[in-house]
């Protein structure tokens, strides 16, 4: 894998490109919250469309800028999208499952996370489950649905974001090598 860039990565930064992004076009905003992150679709209380991230925290706000970059407009309209959501504490068929959902996403966040220069790490989130995920075979799998976005496209709001990111960073063009194993 290609070094990352030292770079800063201030919050404030991914809210201010993610808003001049998506606010117009999508009346879409990037908000930080508290414990949980959600997704809240506009409302009679709120104009926009929010993103909501957890505490403050870059991954946090990556993360669910993706499930955002890969939910469809009916989802969007629906709080967290209509996802379902095992909590922590998962079994191996529930953490089997879990995995298939969220390869799409965590691969659209390791492509933003690589936009500015962020180091990614995949998230098995079951912390206090019954079995120890493999996060080596997850990382696999994440990384191979990172190249096929690559090779055949990445998503269309993800990739205007990949963009923005990149240009205030500073960032080369992605490339499959961006995303080689590391040793």
């Known amino acids: 894998m290609t070094a990352l860039v030292t770079l800063e990565h201030d919050i404030r930064d991914i809210i201010a490109v993610f808003n001049t992004t998506f606010l117009t076009s999508h009346n879409t905003e990037l908000v930080r919250g508290e414990d ?3 997704y809240l679709p506009a409302d009679e209380n709120n104009p926009h469309h929010r993103v909501i991230f957890a505490r403050g925290y870059f991954a946090s706000a990556l993360h669910e800028i993706a499930h955002w970059c890969i939910a469809g407009p009916q989802r969007r309209l629906l709080e967290d999208y209509g996802y379902w959501y095992e909590p922590d504490g998962r079994t191996a068929e ?20 690589a936009s500015c220069g962020f180091r990614f790490q995949v998230s098995c989130d079951n912390l206090s489950g019954s079995i120890e995920p493999d996060r080596v075979g997850f990382t696999n799998k994440v990384r191979k649905q990172v190249l096929l976005y690559l090779e055949h496209g990445i998503p269309d709001r993800a990739k205007v974001l990949s963009e923005a990111l990149r240009q205030h960073y500073g960032i080369p063009a992605l490339t499959p090598a961006t995303f080689e194993q590391r040793g």
């Not at 298939?100 to 691969?107: G, H, M, S």
């Open 94 to 113: 529930q953490q089997a499952a879990f995995e298939v959902v969220e390869v799409k996403p965590q691969a659209v966040e390791w492509l933003l996370a």
């Open 36 to 38: 949980e992150p959600i």
